[in-house]
């Protein structure tokens, strides 16, 4: 079993929380125009690896609140926890989001310059 670090209540029994999947993923928005087939992207591909993975987690028998782990798949270790809305900042965590598919995606471009035209 898993010992996870709230970064709000502390350590608990991982049986306390859900696991959300995997974390950063580019949600489209109505103003996106993504082609089908990048919309088929974003809905259906995940991201599997073997090594380090940047998941969402809740802590559900707790206080009910979202937060970001990245964990290593092979040994369960999990290397660093951070809140929603950050990106990680350890060598293993920066490097699992930035060699992450997803940085390329079409959704995630589309969303990008979305933000960069709203500013």
């Known amino acids: 079993m898993l010992k996870i670090k709230c970064p709000f209540c502390g350590n608990r029994d991982e ?3 859900s696991c959300g999947g995997e974390a ?5 928005i ?3 125009k993504l082609s089908d087939g990048a919309f088929s992207e974003y809905l259906f591909m995940r991201h599997n690896p073997k090594g ?4 969402r987690w809740c802590h559900t028998s707790g206080c009910r609140r ?3 782990l990245a964990r290593d798949t092979v040994s369960h270790k999990i290397i ?3 809140l929603m809305g950050q990106t990680p900042q350890t ?5 699992a989001y930035l060699d992450n598919w997803r940085r390329k995606s079409k ?3 589309a969303s990008k310059a979305l933000k960069r035209t709203k500013k």
């Open 91 to 95: 060598a293993k965590g920066k490097k």
């Open 30 to 32: 109505a103003d996106n």
């Open 107 to 109: 959704a995630e471009e």
């Open 15 to 17: 049986t306390e929380f």
């Open 24 to 28: 950063h993923i580019a949600r489209p």
């Open 80 to 82: 660093e926890i951070y």
């Open 66 to 68: 979202w937060f970001n």
């Open 52 to 55: 380090v993975f940047l998941e």
